[in-house]
């Protein structure tokens, strides 16, 4: 009686254990079926030493027999999964590491005091932020002088195209009266002195005196004529031409000071971090002294590294995932930008160039990054899961009779654990998935489908 009842928990032990398998992957999902693989003595007695008498293995024996059976009746479990079809993306994986994109030294561009900075190291700036304040007061001085001269220069060509006004004609013409009057006067004056001298009434220096003033007023006359004709006339179009040219003149200085006065106040150039600090408030500065060291953070280029074999298929604008293990589960996506002609020293390794966006500033200079290259796509292929293989090249196929068969397979790419199938399966077939290294040919199965 005692060695019965040792029998039956040994047994009971066993079966529970058996049926523990269902923890196992490929068996989840269906936890009441019970597992079917191969029961061996030691299983069904849980582990508990043989220290029973001989006669108690045998009796066990039996029961082990019984199990076997039922398994056989009903079947291996094992979970399956049919071959589809699906587009598979053709990628070339690549190693490398985060790079800065540029840095910058921004300089002093005109010779002056620093009056103010506006910086520190470290700060974040953007592009266009003021840096810093020149002292711009002697500037300031010559640019409001230029502007007095300019529109001096724009009065004065606005009146030479105004024209005379009538009332500086109404002055030339009378100008011209007065010298006619005294021309006549002068005249007569010469013409009685000439008969005086013919009779020897006056001396010869007063004949002189009266023809001296006789051609003085004819010559006043001949200028207050040209005068008048002038202010008739208006200005000459040279003069008017010299006025605009003497106004483009004053406007151009203007514009030149300005730009020289926009020097005073140094920008950034580009978006990034402050990583240096060069002049501080007071200092006097030369020209092309360096004020501030600006590194671009926003964009990070990652350097990666193709193997020798696979840069022919590498080409510009192909997409690329990044992925950096001090990130983990983040990607970065972008193209290739730059492929180097040359490979790296003597490691057959070519340098390929991606652009990536780093305003979020995760991706830091230095970092190890992994990258996948799509190099083409196959469109409608069959594909199984990589963990249906079973040495490298075969897999378990269900059988009409419920059954597995041994298949080897030709197969081609692997994307992200599909694996492309060329020859050795159907669309629609059966495989297994799990419980792979307890299958052997001909073994009946109940598939259990994922």
Do not use: W
């Not at 597992?35 to 299983?43: A, G, L």
């Not at 013409?191 to 005196?209: C, F, H, N, P, S």
């Not at 510009?316 to 040359?342: C, S």
């Amino acid at each position: 009686m005692k060695r019965l009842l040792t029998a039956s928990v040994a047994l009971t032990l066993g079966l529970l254990a058996s049926c523990g398998q269902d923890d196992k992957p490929g068996v989840k999902g269906d936890p009441g079926a019970p597992d079917f693989s191969p029961v061996t003595q030691n299983e069904t007695s849980y582990g508990i030493q043989d220290e029973t008498s001989h006669g108690v293995q045998q009796e066990t024996s039996h029961e082990v027999q019984s199990v076997q059976e039922i398994r056989k009746r009903q079947g291996f479990p094992i979970r399956v999964t049919a071959v589809g079809r699906e587009t598979l993306t053709n990628t070339v994986e690549a190693t490398g590491e985060i790079s800065e994109f540029r840095r910058v030294v921004v300089g002093v561009q005109v010779e002056a005091v620093v009056s103010a900075v506006h910086f520190d190291i470290g700060d974040e700036v953007e592009e266009g932020a003021p840096l810093a304040e020149l002292d711009k007061r002697e500037l300031q001085a010559q640019i409001e002088q230029a502007k007095a001269a300019r529109d001096a220069a724009g009065q004065m060509l606005a009146k030479l195209k105004a024209g005379s006004r009538n009332e500086e004609i109404a002055a030339a013409r009378a100008s011209l009266d007065g010298a006619i009057a005294r021309l006549r006067v002068a005249e007569d004056d010469y013409d009685r002195a000439r008969e005086l001298a013919a009779q020897g009434a006056i001396a010869a220096k007063d004949l002189e005196l009266a023809t001296g003033q006789f051609h003085e007023g004819k010559a006043r006359r001949r200028e207050a004529e040209e005068r008048l004709k002038l202010a008739e006339l208006g200005p000459r179009q040279e003069d008017i031409d010299a006025a605009e040219a003497q106004l483009r003149e004053a406007t151009a200085r203007i514009s030149v000071l300005e730009v020289k006065l926009a020097k005073h106040d140094p920008r950034s150039p580009i978006s990034g971090t402050i990583t240096e600090k060069f002049l501080e408030r007071g200092e006097f500065a030369k020209m092309g002294a360096a004020l501030a060291e600006i590194l671009d953070s926003h964009q990070v280029y990652a350097e990666l590294d193709v193997p020798e074999v696979e840069i022919g298929k590498i080409r510009k604008g192909q997409e690329v995932a990044i992925r950096a293990d001090a990130l983990p589960g983040r990607e970065f996506t972008d193209k290739i930008q730059t492929i180097l002609p040359q490979a790296t020293g003597d490691s057959h390794l070519y340098r390929c160039r991606v652009l990536l966006d780093n305003r979020k500033g995760l991706l830091k200079a230095g970092m190890f990054v992994q990258a996948t290259i799509e190099v083409g796509s196959i469109p409608d292929c069959l594909t199984i899961p990589e963990e249906a293989l079973v040495n490298g090249d075969r897999v378990y196929r269900v059988t009409e009779k419920g059954t597995v068969e041994l298949v080897n397979l030709k197969v081609g790419v692997s994307q992200r654990g599909r694996l492309q199938v060329l020859s050795g399966l159907h669309e629609g077939d059966q495989i297994a998935i799990t419980n792979l290294a307890s299958l052997r040919d001909g073994l009946k199965v109940r598939p259990v489908e994922e």
